[in-house]
């Protein structure tokens, strides 16, 4: 029996890197101020992973930090409403996120304040 054997051509080497950049994660936001924000929910994240010994990614995704600095909920009922909070990662964390978006709105006001 005869057995035939295709050969594909090898896939092209990438130009660029497999990674996307620090910079295109800075251009996501226009404002200074959101982009310090984003820095600040980050570090929290961070914060509470190293102390529970988690992936930062189970506290809130990346995704979530993002709505919360593009909504900036002022409660928590208004914190319920953001995509990846649910009731209990409400429970365990919507307050030490609150205060910190919070004192952002107080220290910096809000985007489109003319202030």
Do not use: C
């Amino acid at each position: 029996e005869k057995v035939f054997l295709r050969k594909y051509p090898r896939p092209a080497k990438r130009s660029g890197p497999l990674f996307r950049v620090r910079e295109a994660k800075e251009r996501e936001f226009d404002t200074p101020g959101a982009m310090l924000l984003w820095e600040e929910l980050r570090d929290l994240r961070l914060k509470i992973a190293r102390e529970k010994d988690l992936p930062p990614f189970t506290i809130f995704h990346d995704s979530t930090l993002k709505e919360m600095v593009n909504y900036l909920p002022q409660s928590l009922a208004e914190m319920s409403h953001v995509y990846g909070v649910g009731e209990r990662k409400l429970e365990a964390y919507g307050t030490q996120f609150l205060e910190v978006i919070l004192h952002h709105i107080r220290e910096y006001g809000f985007p489109d304040d003319p202030s």
